[in-house]
Each structure stands twice: as structure tokens, then as C-alpha cells.
């Protein structure tokens, strides 16, 4: 069998394992001179290191174990109300209303819900998209936001091989996991401007334009997590355009559709953009945030083909690559998530909901300006209302993150990254001067 490198690694590292395995069976059959076989069992993974904690996760872990009746979860993008309550949609409940008893068990295909996915693609490419129309557009259902990005950095190793693909800096943690997991060469490009807090868009046109033809640009499609600064429409249009010209491959990560403006048509401008521009990408939707389907699992990946029958092909390796994963993708939230958008009256209300939940975040960040203000700190904080989405960069650095943990039990990422979906109206005037007294 011929093996490249990683991959011949890989396979000696799991021959020497299954030999491993096999000569310790043995020796069990012989008996193992009074060793118990809990103390032998323990002595099988002795040599495992504890993994590092997750920088996201791990302070919702540290925020649990915090005892203060005063605590804020500052931490994961997960929206509140303004109780700070988790919310279920008005347009979900219905939706389960309606699909309560009507449905097996059964499981659905490797591909999921027929109905849900197309729904989903009109949802990002517009109804009137052509792409869709004409059945060029391979897409599956996936396991939600990560599980989207999973599986197309898996197809991006099998079918686009010597392809690295640029991740914008800085970018959701989880990213680099994502394609260092699926054995992809990554690197960076620039997104951020510390000195303006917004978008650093000569830096990333200059590593667009100076990357390899042909790379895989790993692009936010609105709502960029962590900054919350998204570029222009003016701005993505050079985006794109660079893009073609270098024959470079977008792929869209779209967590937060609704969430940046309020409007989920708006939201999808960027790809809309690239679509009129005649490039063929390739889109993660999610609807964990913007229909509150968190532990749904719930969202779709699609690839731009050429054509239907290379669509077919492309589908066809995404399937190969679900089966041996998950095989199937779960049932429920694709039932909802279908029920909604396949009811005009159900979808205007959901729009409704999303615009409610994205105008309590511009609230909040009008609010928290406004406190940190008049908190009397002589920092700028016009970031706070600039940027969008569900994330405020505040600027803060690690230090301050940690005290605001340690002194006021106030917990988000040690990038400074403020969730203000967990910001209310009952906690906002003590985070602000909470900011103060660690940023003074
Ligand atoms: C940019 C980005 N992509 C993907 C995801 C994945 O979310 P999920 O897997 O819950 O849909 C997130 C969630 O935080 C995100 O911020």
C-alpha cells in the first residue's frame, strides 16, 4: 500500500498498538501472577496525558464550579434572555406541536432530511438562487456548525490534496482543531486590527493576493467570531473578486445567519456576492444560534459543482465520508428546522424572533458603552457598538480577563471575547464597571 508520510506514520503507530494488543491478550491468558485485573486495566492508559481544557468550554467547567450567586457566564456563544435564561423559539415549540407523533424512528439516510436541506440552501443561496435550481450544488445534512466544518476539511484531505487552507487571525478556537484533526496543512491569514479594533483589510488582501493559486480560504460568512467585524459589501466584493483571479476556493462558515443585522437575507450578502461572481465554494450552515437548535446538532454542508452530475459525485464522497463518521444525522432538529422554513407563516416568525434576539444584543452593547462611560474609564470603547454579532473583542487582555474571573466572578475566553448574549439588562452596569476596575 503506498502512504504518504502523515498517513504511513499513522498506519505503524496502529500496527504497533493492535501488536501491543495483541501480546497483552496473550499474557492475560498465561494469568499475570496475581495482578488484578482492575490494576492491569489501569495500567493500560497510565501513559495518557489529561488534555489541555478547552478555552471555550473550559470556563463554562470553571463558571459551574464557581459557588458566588453573583456569577456571569460571559463564556459561550449561547443566547439569553434578558432573565438570562436559555430561550426556546415561540416558532420551535410550535413546530414541535406539530410534528409531535407524526414521525418514526426510523433512521434517516447518511445525506439526512430531503426537505430540510433544501430548505436550508434557499435559506443561504436565496430562493431564486440558480445554483440550487439546477441541482449543482452537492449538500448533505451534518452535525451542526462543527460537524459541517468537519466534514469538508475531510473532504478538502481526500479531494483537494497539497490544498492548505488560511484561517483568519484570529478566529473560533475550534477551527484549527477541526482541520488539524482531519490531517489538513493550515495556516493563517490577516483579519484583525488591534491599533482600529476593526477589520485589518489591506492585511488580508495582501495574504490573499500572495497566497499560492488556488487555496482555501476559510472565510466567516457574517457575525465573525470572536471580533464581531465583518467586512463591507463594497469590501467583499474585492474580497471576491481577488478571490477569482487567484482561482483560490471560499469555503463560508455560517454560524450566525440572522445574528449580525437581525436579517438573514442580509446576512448571507457575502455569499450571495460570490455566487453572482460565479465562484464555486463551499458553505457550513448552522442552526444552532439563530433558531436556538444547540444540542439539536442541526446544519448542513454544500459544495458549488460545475454541474448536476458532478454535484452527484461530490455528494456521493460527502455520504462516504458521514457513514463511516456517524452514518446518520439526527432526526429532530432537521423536523423543526424544516417545519419552519417550509411554512411561510412559521419562517415571518421566525425571522421576527431572530430580529428580537439580535436587537437585545445591539441593546446591550449600547448599554455597555454607555456604563463603561460613564464607569468614568478614559479607554476608548466605540468597538463595543461597532461590531456585531453575537461577540464583543473587547481588547482586554488575558490579566484582566482573570481578574474580572478571580475578583468579580465574571467569566468569558482569555482573548477578551465577551459573549453579549449573556449580557442583560439586571448585569450590565456591573460587568461595565467590573471592565473598569480591571482595565483602569
Ligand atoms: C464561527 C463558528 N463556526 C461554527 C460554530 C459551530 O457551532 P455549532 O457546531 O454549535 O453549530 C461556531 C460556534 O460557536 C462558530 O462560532
Known amino acids: 500500500m503506498r502512504t504518504c508520510g502523515r ?20 499474557r492475560g491468558q498465561r494469568g499475570h501472577g496475581g495482578r488484578s485485573t482492575t490494576a492491569r486495566a489501569m495500567a493500560r492508559f497510565a501513559d495518557v496525558p489529561e488534555a489541555p481544557k478547552d478555552p471555550i468550554l473550559g470556563i463554562s467547567e470553571l463558571f459551574l464550579a464557581d459557588t458566588s450567586s453573583d456569577k456571569m457566564n460571559l463564556g459561550v456563544g449561547a443566547y439569553r434572555d434578558d432573565n438570562g435564561k436559555p430561550q426556546v423559539l415561540k416558532c420551535v415549540r410550535e413546530a414541535e406541536k406539530r410534528i409531535a407523533g407524526n414521525f418514526n424512528m426510523e433512521y434517516l439516510p447518511t445525506n439526512g432530511f430531503k426537505d430540510f436541506i433544501k430548505h436550508s440552501l434557499d435559506l443561504a443561496y436565496g430562493e431564486d438562487s440558480e445554483a440550487v435550481k439546477s441541482g449543482s450544488i452537492a449538500a448533505v445534512q451534518s452535525l ?38 482531519a490531517g489538513c496543512e493550515q495556516t493563517t491569514y490577516r483579519y484583525y486590527k488591534e491599533s482600529t479594533r476593526g477589520l485589518d483589510f489591506e492585511g488580508m488582501m495582501e495574504d490573499i493576493n500572495n497566497a499560492p493559486n488556488g487555496s482555501m480560504f476559510l472565510l466567516h460568512a457574517c457575525a465573525h467570531n470572536p471580533t464581531g467585524v465583518d467586512p463591507s459589501a463594497e469590501q467583499w466584493r474585492e474580497i471576491s473578486k481577488a478571490m477569482k483571479a487567484k482561482n483560490h476556493f471560499a469555503f463560508f462558515d455560517m454560524a450566525y445567519q440572522g445574528f449580525a443585522s437581525g436579517d438573514c437575507v442580509r446576512d448571507a450578502q457575502s455569499i450571495r456576492i460570490f455566487a453572482e461572481d460565479g465562484h464555486k465554494f463551499a458553505l457550513a450552515q448552522s442552526f444552532a444560534k439563530n433558531m436556538g437548535l444547540y444540542g439539536q446538532r442541526i446544519g448542513t454542508v454544500s459544495v458549488m459543482c460545475e454541474d448536476k452530475a458532478e454535484a452527484v459525485r461530490v455528494e456521493s464522497q460527502l455520504k462516504v465520508i458521514a457513514r463511516a463518521m456517524y452514518s446518520n444525522p439526527p432526526m429532530h432538529g432537521a423536523l423543526i428546522a424544516s417545519t419552519i422554513l417550509g411554512d411561510p407563516a412559521l419562517k415571518a416568525q421566525w425571522y421576527v424572533e431572530v430580529k428580537e434576539m439580535a436587537d437585545r444584543i445591539i441593546t446591550m452593547r449600547t448599554l455597555l458603552r454607555k456604563h463603561l462611560e460613564d464607569s468614568g474609564s478614559k479607554l476608548p470603547w466605540q ?31 482569555r482573548n477578551g471575547r465577551i459573549s453579549m448574549a449573556g449580557v442583560t439588562s439586571g448585569n450590565v452596569e456591573r460587568l461595565a464597571k467590573a471592565m473598569h476596575e480591571v482595565t483602569k
Not at 7 to 26: I, P
Open 7 to 26: 498517513l504511513r506514520r499513522v498506519v505503524v503507530g496502529v500496527d504497533r498498538a493492535a501488536r501491543a494488543f495483541e501480546q497483552s491478550a496473550r
Open 144 to 181: 451542526s456548525g462543527t460537524g459541517s466544518c468537519r466534514l469538508l476539511a475531510e473532504f478538502q484531505k481526500r479531494f483537494m490534496p497539497g490544498c492548505t487552507v488560511y484561517i483568519s487571525v484570529p478566529t473560533w478556537s475550534n477551527h484549527h482543531n477541526i482541520w488539524r484533526d
Open 383 to 413: 468597538h463595543v457598538t461597532d461590531q456585531i454579532g453575537m461577540f464583543c473583542y473587547s481588547g482586554m487582555a488575558p490579566e484582566q480577563v482573570d481578574k474580572l474571573r478571580t475578583d468579580h466572578h465574571i467569566y468569558m475566553t
